[in-house]
């Protein structure tokens, strides 16, 4: 059975500038990637800890990536993120749930983490953040994560 994730990290591929504010064109982007394959989203990102977080401009990031993904009819399907953790090793432990199945992926992040595999940096499309100009998730990114998702690990 194929299955397709998308591991994403927030700032640096859906925002560039340093900011919460996450930018449409960067969430289109991401949607036309997670539609061509149904790909479950995977979040990564410290974003993960505003779920833990009880005040409310955490709850209003929450709303905000949460809704934001929604009217692109995308979701997050799960957390894969771990503070005690590094990056690498939480995907390499979640990607092991599902090791009967053959597993397509693509990772999403404005950073290489010293405990990516080959494979990892293989099936990474690497981001900017702080830059306007090129910074988050661009057009050339769909099809680059598009050919990634067609293989298989």
Known sequence: MNKYFIFLDIDGVLN?????????????????????FNAEIIL????????????DKAKEMRELLVNKLKEYNMNISEFCYDKKAK?????????????????????????IYDDYTKNMRDH????????????GLQENDIKRAINILKESV
Do not use: M, P
């Open 87 to 111: 990056r690498g090793t939480s995907i390499s432990k979640f990607l092991e749930k599902y090791k009967e199945s053959k597993i397509h992926y693509v990772i999403l992040d404005d950073w």
């Open 124 to 135: 990474q499309i690497l981001t900017t953040f702080f830059d306007e100009k090129r910074g």
């Open 44 to 55: 990564i990102s410290t974003w993960c800890e505003l779920w833990e977080i009880k005040d």
């Open 16 to 36: 560039s500038i340093g900011t919460d504010i996450l930018e449409n064109a960067y969430i289109k982007r991401l949607s036309l990637i997670q539609k061509e």
